[in-house]
C-alpha cells in the first residue's frame, strides 16, 4: 500500500534521509519501519491495559478468596477449641 505525505520541510526531509543512511536503508523503508513500529507500539499499549485490567481483576478475585479462606480458618480453630 502506499502513502503519499506532503509539505514536509526540507530539513526535515535531510533529517529523515541521514538517519536512513545512517542505518544502510532508504528513505522509504525508514519511513515504513517507522510507521510499521508505530502502529504496533500503540497495539501493544492496547494490549497492556487490557492485561492490567485482567491483573487487577485476577488479583481481586484472589483476595477475596483469601478473605474467605481466612473466615473458614478462624471458624475451624472456633470450633476446635470450643
Do not use: H, W
Not at 503519499?4 to 519511513?31: F, H
Not at 492490567?52 to 480458618?73: G, H, P, T, W, Y
Amino acid at each position: 500500500m502506499e502513502i503519499k505525505v506532503r509539505r514536509i520541510e526540507p530539513a526535515t526531509v535531510q533529517k529523515i534521509d541521514e538517519l536512513a543512511k545512517g542505518q544502510g536503508i532508504s528513505r522509504n523503508t525508514y519511513l515504513a519501519n517507522l510507521i510499521n513500529n508505530y502502529a504496533a507500539l500503540e497495539e501493544f499499549k492496547n494490549f497492556e491495559q487490557r492485561y492490567q485490567a485482567a491483573l487487577e481483576r485476577c488479583l481481586d478475585v484472589i483476595q477475596r478468596n483469601s478473605d474467605c479462606l481466612q473466615k473458614f480458618m478462624d471458624f475451624r480453630k472456633e470450633n476446635e477449641n470450643g
